[in-house]
């Protein structure tokens, strides 16, 4: 099984600021084939499914705000929000989905310093 | 829109079964896999498994071979998974969601509780 690992284990960052959270699986996730990276991210709330972010390590999903991205090849990744607000106080996920089982990593909580 | 409805609470002893729905609409119920990732309170998320509702082709981890099972009914546009020889560390809210390149749409959960 592929082992997703992410730092820090959370992190408390000013309005406006930039947070960053790591990602890193134990093998590479980039498919020859396509040259795809197959990793996502997730931001879940208390009390709601999470919800995606990013996938393919960079493409941000329909309706996510620009100060969201994502970046990274092989086995290292990184989910950037360059001016942290409010609504961004959750908990973030990343995942492989480059083989079955498609493991998460164990994730970061974000909250407003 | 897309929507996947999961079914309501349950509560199970344990060695008990149990069976959670997950009915779709808003798009071709065949046309994209299902994954079933579960929750415990306060805890990250876990996946579970996958199922092509087209061929009902499924895939499991590891940890949960023997005891736990995705169906559908294609009629139906409807996924199922089904965990069995419940413990209490099987207590969790349990999200089914549809894959295209990562989970793009969720369930709401359904709180599976085992209790005594």
């Known amino acids: 099984d592929i082992v997703m690992t992410q730092s820090p284990d959370s992190l408390a960052v000013s309005l406006g600021e930039r947070a960053t959270i790591n990602c890193k699986s134990s093998?590479?996730?980039?498919?020859?084939?396509?040259?795809?990276?197959?990793l996502a991210w997730y931001q879940q709330k208390p009390g709601q499914p999470p919800n995606l972010l990013i996938y393919?390590?960079?493409t941000r999903e329909s309706g996510v705000p620009g100060r969201f991205s994502g970046s990274g090849s092989g086995t290292d990744f990184t989910l950037t929000i360059s001016s942290l607000q409010a609504e961004d106080v959750a908990v973030y996920y990343c995942?492989?989905?480059?083989?079955?089982?498609?493991?998460f990593g164990p994730g970061t909580k974000v909250d407003i310093k | 829109q897309v929507q996947l409805v999961q079914s309501g609470a349950e509560v199970k002893k344990p060695g008990a079964s149990v069976k959670v729905s997950c009915k779709t609409s808003?798009?071709?119920?065949?046309?994209?896999?299902i994954n079933w990732v579960r929750q415990a309170t306060g805890q990250g998320l876990e996946w579970m498994g996958w199922?092509?509702?087209?061929?009902?082709?499924?895939g499991y981890a590891q940890k949960f071979q023997g005891r736990f099972t995705i169906t559908r009914d294609t009629s139906i546009s409807t996924a199922y998974m089904e965990l069995s020889s419940l413990r209490s560390e099987d207590t969790a809210v349990y999200y089914c969601?549809?894959?295209?390149?990562?989970?793009?749409?969720w369930g709401k959960g359904t709180t599976v509780t085992v209790s005594s």
């Open positions: 995942q492989q989905y480059y083989n079955s089982p498609f493991t």
């Open positions: 393919w390590a960079s």
């Open positions: 969601a549809r894959y295209i390149a990562g989970l793009d749409v």
């Open positions: 093998q590479s996730v980039l498919h020859s084939s396509n040259n795809k990276n197959y």
């Open positions: 808003g798009y071709t119920f065949t046309n994209y896999d």
């Open positions: 199922m092509n509702p087209n061929s009902g082709n499924t």
